[in-house]
């Protein structure tokens, strides 16, 4: 049983496009009236625009890693302006500062981000002093109010989305492992990855895609919330020391150090590791995540960014120092060799090695496939034909699949098309107990719940059905409990339906429908009716019994192979359309009939589970009847077109 302790962060998020425009009455209702400004650039000055008259000074001067010096120069600007709030608008860097201000003065923080940092939703202040880093974390420090802006995310350069984008993936990658993880950020932490890994590309192809901006300020909100409420590890604590003591820039440190602390971890994460990976699509994380960035165009090593290779020894000695004393959360332990060898992997730009076992990155096998649907005339089509190929390869790669065992499935399926028919349709089969059936059934037919729910066709429909009049008799002779069915058809307000064409076919007591009996001549317990001015069709039949699919092709080896049983519960099927009408295909079960909890094509809904009544008297058609019969009665309700 996994345990665990999960505190929710209150902070109000604003998420569009223009949100912007809200900046002042955000202000307001923080109670501010005199707003410190910090920001530069464009965005800076949309958001001085937007506030007007609430805006009393503006702080230009932010610096990466948040040095003291520069706070308690914006503070005595603050100070000397009577500032009762603080908007900032930018990267990680304008934001630490707000933070850095909010936390010495108690003042409301309102943070607007244009960068995928995701700083903005975490209670962690980072700060630079006497050549070193300190980091801290308390709910104080969280801003009240994050307005995020797509707008403001489109003119931001790839580069910087890219490093700034890898910045937040690390955020979900140490949250997966952290002690402190739980369902929540679990599920945060691997969409941001996800989507982080999806928009990227996109917005490295087109910078000016909406929506590809959209799903990576979304990534990185998740991201940033996985940070707030799981603790750092080895990563964290390397690009702090190394930005902190070395002054590398902080974005750009992470994009390189992420893969090879990944790599690191690997060992004793392997849980999430796998979740980076199907997240990432490719058979390794920490090679995934390295490819990736090395696909766009980020910094891959520490000596291009300008790390001595002298330093690197002194570095992982900081890492380690107080480890011992005072260790962070980290899933491997931290040893000054392994830190240093994992410092010159990333000095030298050097793709990690993946892990023993681990499958080959497929992620640029499926591009090819899915980009050779682009040009597809008919957009329907390229889109399943997409969707359906990213779903297999997923499907093969999680499951490592062997070739013997997809030389199986495609010898399956050659013989499930062998066996099928004019009069055995197996593939309908293979797609009933599978459940595919009834799940494009129910997205098909579900969507007017004032009708009678709908049911799957099944494999034994017959198009053209003998003609039968009103009160025929169906069974053909066979033997079997006479049953009489006195059905309606109706509209959805209850008016009765003339001219409705009304299928019908069922088995015989023994399960076998008339198309599996080779001695059989001629149809049977099947026909086509039409409604009568009540909407009425009345017929003879014999009462349907439990029976089992076809047991001797490979739907039932499939069926054996996982000890499920064949058989479905006792139905009759029926097919109704009319002029102007949706047709239905649908199902009724006999109510306290085997098998209507576990009917092997899941085609059982409640509301198609009715009352075949006993008998009482004579029959309804004056037929004399020697025994018991019973009786039928239901409206059906059809959608109109």
């Known amino acids: 049983m996994r345990s665990f302790a999960y505190s929710s962060h209150p902070i109000r998020v604003l998420f569009g496009a223009g949100t912007l425009r809200q900046l002042p009455d955000e202000v307001r209702r923080l109670g501010g009236t005199r707003v410190l400004l910090l920001a530069r650039s464009q965005p800076g000055e949309a958001a001085r625009a937007a506030l007007g008259a609430l805006c009393v000074a503006q702080f230009t001067d932010a610096t990466m890693h948040t040095p ?8 005595a600007m603050l100070r000397e302006h009577g500032a009762d709030c603080l908007v900032s608008v930018g990267g990680g860097t304008s934001t630490g500062l707000g933070k850095a201000l909010s936390v010495r003065t108690g003042l409301p923080h309102l943070a607007v981000p244009t960068t995928y940092a995701g700083s903005e939703v975490t209670p962690v202040l980072g700060e630079t002093g006497n050549g070193g880093k300190t980091t801290r974390s308390a709910p104080a420090i969280l801003p009240e109010t994050v307005l995020y802006d797509v707008e403001l995310t489109l003119a931001l350069p790839v580069p910087v989305s890219v490093t700034s984008g890898v910045n937040a993936m690390a955020h979900a990658v140490e949250a997966l492992y952290s002690p402190d993880a739980n369902p929540v950020i679990d599920g945060f932490a691997t969409r941001a990855i996800a989507g982080m890994a999806a928009a990227l590309p996109r917005i490295a192809q087109n910078p000016s895609d909406v929506d590809a901006r959209a799903d990576a ?3 990185a909100w998740l991201a940033g919330t996985c940070l707030a409420g799981a603790g750092m590890g080895l990563h964290h604590k390397l690009c702090h020391i190394l930005g902190g003591t070395f002054d590398l820039p902080h974005a750009q440190t992470h994009t390189v150090v992420l893969p090879h602390a990944m790599a690191y971890n690997a060992p004793t994460a392997p849980d999430a590791m796998r979740r980076i990976a199907e997240a990432l699509g490719t058979g390794d994380a920490a090679a995934g995540m390295f490819d990736l960035i090395a696909s766009l165009g980020g910094p891959t090593s520490l000596r291009a960014l300008g790390l001595p ?16 004393s005072s260790p ?11 830190v240093e060898r994992l410092l010159r992997d990333a000095w030298a730009g050097q793709r990690p090695e993946p892990a023993a076992g681990a499958a080959p990155d497929l992620g640029w096998l499926t591009r090819q496939v899915v980009d050779s649907f682009a040009g597809s005339p008919n957009g329907r089509v390229g889109e399943l034909l997409t969707d359906l190929v990213r779903h297999l390869h997923e499907f093969v790669r999680h499951n490592d699949l062997t070739e013997e065992e997809w030389l199986y499935a495609i010898d399956f399926l050659t013989r499930t098309g062998q066996i099928s028919g004019p009069k055995r349709q197996e593939f309908v089969l293979l797609s009933d107990t599978l459940g595919v059936s009834s799940v494009v059934d129910m997205l098909t037919n579900s969507r007017t719940p004032q009708t009678t729910p709908s049911a799957v066709l099944g494999p034994f429909y017959v198009p053209g059905p003998p003609a039968a009049p009103a009160g025929a008799d169906i069974s053909a002779g066979l033997p079997g409990t006479p049953l009489w069915v006195d059905v309606r ?25 008339d198309v599996q009996l080779p001695d059989l001549e001629g149809p049977a317990l099947r026909a086509r009716f039409e409604s009568d001015a009540e909407g009425r069709i009345r017929f003879w039949s014999i009462l349907p019994s439990e029976y089992p699919i076809p047991k001797d092709g490979p739907v039932g080896q499939m069926l054996d192979a996982v000890g499920r049983h064949p058989y479905r519960a006792p139905h009759l099927h029926f097919m109704i359309w009319a002029d102007g009408y949706r047709r239905l295909v649908t199902q009724l079960f006999v109510a306290g009939g085997a098998y209507l909890d576990s009917d092997t094509v899941f085609g059982v809904k409640n509301g198609l589970v009715v009352d075949f009544k006993p008998g009482n008297g004579p029959a309804p058609d004056g037929r004399e009847v020697d025994g018991p019969w019973h009786l039928l009665e239901f409206t059906f309700r059809i959608a109109p077109a």
Request: hydrophobic share 40%.
């Open 328 to 338: 962070y959360p980290n899933p491997r332990e931290v040893t000054v060799e392994g």
């Open 217 to 219: 300020l979304m990534a």
């Open 68 to 75: 003291v010096e520069v706070t308690e120069r914006a503070l």
């Open 489 to 513: 058809v109706v509209n959805p307000d209850g008016e009765p339906i003339e001219g409705a064409t009304v299928d019908v076919w069922q088995s015989n007591e023994d399960g076998f429908y």
């Open 309 to 324: 290779e002298a330093e690197l020894s002194r570095a992982a000695l900081l890492a380690n120092a107080g480890a011992e």
